[in-house]
């Protein structure tokens, strides 16, 4: 563990859902281009483990 990230690493988890269809939109459109799909929304490991914990 680091100093500076005392709830451990982070993620930014995405519904598999909502990649497909990013993918089926970008497919349409783009050629050669990057993309980047996010929730933006970034969670550190352990956050996510209490909470899972705390709810089972």
Do not use: Q
């Amino acid at each position: 563990m680091y100093a500076d990230m005392p709830n451990g690493y982070t993620r930014d988890y995405v519904y598999v859902e909502d990649v497909v269809e990013a993918n089926r939109l970008v497919s349409e459109e783009a050629v050669n281009t990057v993309i980047h799909i996010s929730s933006e929304e970034e969670i550190a490991i352990l956050e996510m483990l209490k909470k899972y914990c705390d709810d089972y």
